[in-house]
């Protein structure tokens, strides 16, 4: 078991440019989270998947932020524009429900 | 909606010395309960659960009892080691939208 891979681990991206973040979830797992994480204002959930389809999206900050998941084993978030705000640690995370979600390592994104 | 309460650190320890970190939680059903840890630079992972009430969850010499009458998780350990020092984030997930929740996280610093 690989465990959740996220890519890539750091990305650093000028102001106005899209940015395109990647999560392969562990195979069998039907839920997938993404959230942000900054010093300001701590871990966010942005928005969860259950069997590819978004469940709740209501922390996606705006407009600029889109998330997708094709099918069982990938999904992505997307940033179009990027901006100097955006920069933070953003996780995946991946599980069947109440027995608990599996976390990856994280990409750091930085905005200059 | 649902939310979890930990309290607040930073928590500053000598080595071997008694942990406690106190969270309470509200949410509607019957939620289950977890801590995941935060090592320096790396992502979450799971410490411990627990399912339904009076369960206790353990790992690592972590404990935590689910206690629905006052509706807390609180994080123990009986003897803290420098390698212990992280960010420990008390989370929910409610079975009818199995949504993880977390708090804000307590910081723990232990010192040789």
């Known amino acids: 078991d690989a465990g959740v891979i996220q890519s890539p681990r750091h990305e650093v991206t000028e102001m106005g440019q899209e940015v395109t973040l990647r999560c392969k979830p562990i195979?069998?797992?039907?839920?997938l989270f993404w959230y942000r994480q900054t010093m300001m204002r701590g871990l966010e959930l942005l928005i969860y998947f259950n069997n590819n389809v978004p469940i709740d999206d209501s922390g996606m900050p705006e407009d600029r932020f889109s998330a997708k998941m094709p099918n069982a084993s990938f999904s992505t978030l997307k940033i179009q524009p990027s901006e100097p705000r955006d920069s933070a640690v953003y996780f995946c995370?991946?599980?069947?429900?109440?027995?608990?979600?599996?976390f990856g390592s994280g990409t750091r994104l930085t905005v200059v | 909606g649902d939310s979890v309460t930990q309290m607040e650190g930073p928590v500053t320890l000598s080595e071997e010395a008694f942990l406690t970190i106190n969270c309470t939680y509200t949410a509607t059903g019957y939620p289950s309960l977890f801590w995941y840890v935060q090592y320096p630079g790396e992502g979450l992972q799971l410490l411990l659960k627990a399912t339904k009430a009076d369960d206790k969850g353990s790992n690592k010499g972590f404990e935590a009892t689910y206690r629905k009458e006052t509706t807390s998780f609180h994080l123990e350990k009986g003897s803290v080691q420098v390698s212990d020092s992280a960010v420990y984030f008390c989370a929910l997930i409610n079975p009818a939208d199995y949504k993880l929740s977390f708090g804000a996280g307590t910081t723990v610093t232990v010192r040789a």
């Open positions: 195979s069998g797992h039907d839920y």
């Open positions: 995370a991946s599980g069947r429900g109440t027995y608990g979600y599996t």
